[in-house]
């Protein structure tokens, strides 16, 4: 099973700022990963698909990139609206594994 | 719009097996893939099958001598069934339209 490993587990951050979340795997693939944002009570909310095509109704503030092993999430410019916990998941190899989350707080 | 609704019982004795059924709209389960995620504090995001547009189901190996899954084509209904659960089974269950759609998710708690 494909691990993937995200850093850091939290985030501290304040509105406006740039800042770039990290996604790890245990085997290198070409670009089968996505990213989820999900908010409490909610699922997870598709942002980024074949680690860098923006989901429909993404704000451009959103982008991914990576292949291999190392891929990221940018978010350009937070908003109040992005705190959240972001995940990477994989859908290269079966089981699609997800990582174990990385926690944006407000600063 | 394509919306899934996840319907069961959300308290499962131990040993017993846990039911949930997805109900689909605005999309035919005949095409795309179609599948079951559950969430843990401990154990995060786990995908726990899926089915190709051909039907058939595949599993995750650490699930598979527990699991089974079906549809029901005329209902647009697709099913979970995970046997002889244990406490470490309690999660909030999703089912999903291959990654995008999400339904809102059922919580299943083990527990005499």
């Known amino acids: 099973e494909m691990v993937m490993t995200q850093s850091p587990g939290t985030l501290s951050v304040s509105p406006g700022e740039r800042v770039t979340l990290s996604c790890r795997a245990s085997?290198?693939?070409?670009?089968?990963l996505a990213w989820f944002q999900q908010k409490p009570g909610q699922p997870p909310s598709l942002l980024v698909y074949?680690?860098?095509a923006r989901a429909s109704g993404v704000p451009a503030r959103f982008s991914g990139s990576g292949s291999g092993t190392d891929f990221t999430l940018t978010i350009s410019s937070l908003q109040s609206e992005d705190f959240a916990v972001y995940y990477c998941q994989q859908y290269n190899n079966w089981p699609y594994t997800f990582g174990q989350g990385t926690k944006l707080e407000i600063k | 719009q394509v919306q899934l609704h996840e319907s069961g019982p959300g308290l499962v004795k131990p040993s017993e097996t846990l039911s949930l059924t997805c109900t689909v709209s605005?999309?035919?389960?005949?095409?795309?893939?179609w599948g079951w995620v559950r969430q843990t504090a401990g154990e995060g995001l786990e995908w726990i099958g899926r089915?190709?547009?051909?039907?058939?189901?595949v599993y995750n190996p650490s699930l598979k001598t527990r699991v089974a899954m079906s549809r029901d084509t005329s209902k647009n209904q697709f099913s979970l069934k995970l046997n002889s659960v244990t406490a470490s089974d309690t999660a909030l269950y999703f089912c999903?339209?291959?990654?995008?759609?999400w339904g809102r998710g059922t919580m299943v708690t083990v527990s005499s």
């Open positions: 074949d680690a860098s």
């Open positions: 605005g999309a035919s389960i005949n095409s795309d893939y």
């Open positions: 089915f190709v547009p051909s039907g058939s189901a």
């Open positions: 999903v339209r291959d990654l995008n759609i």
């Open positions: 085997q290198g693939f070409s670009t089968n």
